[in-house]
């Protein structure tokens, strides 16, 4: 059964970093492209980055820069790395399989003074 | 990035067919932008339903269709169900992006 486990959010202030994790299992991570995707309080979907199983990744206008994917082949997990925290980034982050199959249940980042 | 627009909402009969677009800033929507539809239902996490314009999961209710219906990507509802009231998302990819579009809130009444 595939799962996805989204791990790693928190209130985080203003300027600061938070790496998300997301668990796998049930197939093998680095055999499908994975995304980010976030949904801010009351707001639609936002695609955030994806990393294709070659390794090539891509991100969106608003996080390019500051936010990282990334994985670990040995742990199956996927990472997002992000710096430079805005108030604008506070959302659920969820991770999902591609190709847009299976998503995790998501963590809340919420960044605020 | 491009925009991907959607209605902002839209009301069926029980019973009645509705048809949901997915347009595309840069242009007509072709299956080159492998069109997905996701529903999404309040605390829960979105599920897809339509995969590459037209594919159905396992899970997909008979009553979803997808299709490319004047260059927009599009979902009709034939034979809405009260289970089916929830925000429908599409999404595109293009050449260093995926792009979700706004959203459309079915209500079936």
């Known amino acids: 059964e595939v799962q996805l486990v989204e791990t790693g959010g928190s209130l985080i202030q203003p300027g600061g970093s938070l790496r998300l994790s997301c668990a796998a299992s049930g197939f093998t991570l680095s055999a499908h492209y994975m995304s980010w995707v976030r949904q801010a309080p009351g707001k639609g979907l936002e695609w955030v980055s994806v990393m294709y199983s070659g390794g090539n990744t891509y991100y969106a206008d608003s996080v390019k820069g500051r936010f990282t994917i990334s994985r670990d082949i040995s742990k199956n997990t996927l990472f997002l790395q992000m710096n430079s925290l805005r108030a604008e980034d506070t959302a659920v982050y969820h991770c999902?399989?591609?190709?847009?199959?299976?998503w995790g249940q998501g963590t809340l980042v919420t960044v605020s003074s | 990035q491009a925009v991907v627009t959607q209605e902002p909402s839209l009301t069926v009969s029980p019973g009645g067919t509705v048809t949901l677009t997915c347009g595309s800033s840069?242009?007509?929507?072709?299956?080159?932008?492998?069109p997905y539809w996701f529903q999404q239902k309040p605390g829960q996490a979105p599920r897809t339903l339509i995969y590459e314009t037209t594919n159905k999961h396992s899970w997909t209710p008979a009553r979803f269709s997808g299709s490319l219906l004047g260059g927009k990507a599009a979902l009709t509802l034939s034979g809405a169900q009260p289970e089916d009231e929830a925000e429908y998302y599409c999404?595109?990819?293009?050449?260093?992006?995926?792009?979700f579009g706004g959203g459309t809130k079915l209500t079936v009444l």
């Open positions: 999902v399989k591609g190709p847009w199959n299976y």
């Open positions: 840069t242009g007509a929507v072709t299956s080159g932008h492998y």
């Open positions: 999404l595109l990819t293009y050449t260093d992006a995926w792009v």
